[in-house]
């Protein structure tokens, strides 16, 4: 009995722990990206196609902390673009702006380096081209230059399909 009621406590104990993208010199980064985590599904018409994303996301915040500008470089999908647009309301980029502020970066372009594996087990395996490499620092086809700060990357592993089954 005592090693049951030892076991459901570890057990209730480990499923409280939270592992995450831990960032000592952001401490407002862990928010910002609990809000990608919760918010994010990446679109059905990218894992149709098997199609992994590597890209810079632009941001410029105004003086209120407020998103003026969010773009993404030539390396991201159409798609991706669009989706990322639609749920923009609903990251915590506020978290970003109180780090950057604090670091005195605030009226800087920001640029946050961005990664989707995508995989489908057995069908296609995630992949970045010379392309992606390629358009990775162009902005609607023009190089990006000038003053910026480079905001820790966010990466997100996705994995779909059938695991290996072993029949008995």
Request: glycine share 4%; hydrophobic share 35%.
């Amino acid at each position: 009995m005592r090693k049951f009621i030892l076991v459901t406590a570890m057990l209730f104990f480990i499923s409280q722990i939270v592992f995450g993208q831990k960032n000592d010199d952001f401490p407002s980064f862990e928010k910002f990206y609990s809000s990608m985590t919760h918010t994010m599904r990446y679109p059905s018409i990218l894992q149709e196609n098997c199609a992994s994303t590597l890209t810079l996301m632009k941001v410029i915040f105004n003086n209120k902390g407020e998103i003026d500008s969010l773009t993404f470089s030539d390396s991201a999908h159409p798609k991706f673009v669009e989706y990322m647009k639609t749920i923009k309301g609903q990251l915590d980029f506020k978290s970003i702006y109180k780090d950057l502020k604090q670091k005195g970066y605030a009226s800087k372009p920001i640029l946050i380096p961005f990664c989707i594996d995508f995989e489908k087990i057995g069908e296609c395996r995630s992949k970045i081209t010379a392309s992606d490499l390629k358009n990775m620092y162009l902005f609607s086809g023009k190089q990006f230059s000038g003053e910026y700060f480079l905001y820790p990357n966010i990466y997100f592993r996705y994995v779909v399909g059938r695991t290996h089954e072993e029949h008995f």
